[in-house]
């Protein structure tokens, strides 16, 4: 089972800005294709972004298209996700995930087999 470390979440006032990582344990995130997802109470689990091996491809919801950010250090073994202009509407836990040879990412669910514990954003004046 693949470890991850998910960390930079928090409280934030609208318009305001977070990053979050993800820090695998253990594996070698290089060769893993890695999407960030958001499940708010009451809301089924939805993907935010993506990005494949060696940053082939990345992909956005619609709602985050211009304000969110993700990247990948390979070195540092971490994914992040940039959030920026954050609005309440953003408020959810956050999970970052993982699958082995994804050259082409993707923001469903199910094509993720591997899951980190989650990180609160909570966005509120």
């Known amino acids: 089972q693949l470890q991850f470390v998910e960390s930079g979440g928090g409280l934030v006032q609208p318009g305001g800005s977070l990053r979050l990582s993800c820090a695998a344990s253990?594996?070698?995130?290089?060769?893993?294709?890695i999407g960030w997802f958001r499940q708010a109470p009451g809301k089924e689990r939805e993907g935010v972004a993506c990005?494949?091996?060696?940053?082939?491809?990345?992909d956005y919801a619609e709602s985050v298209k211009g304000r969110f950010t993700i990247s990948r250090d390979n070195a540092k073994n971490t994914v992040y996700l940039q959030m920026n202009s954050l609005k309440p509407e953003d408020t959810a836990i956050y999970y970052c995930?993982?699958?082995?040879?994804?050259?082409?990412?993707?923001?469903?669910?199910?094509?993720?087999?591997?899951w980190g514990q989650g990180t609160q954003v909570t966005v509120s004046a």
């Open positions: 995930a993982a699958k082995s040879r994804r050259y082409v990412c993707s923001r469903k669910v199910d094509a993720y087999d591997n």
């Open positions: 253990g594996f070698a995130l290089e060769g893993y294709g």
């Open positions: 990005i494949a091996i060696n940053a082939l491809s990345e």
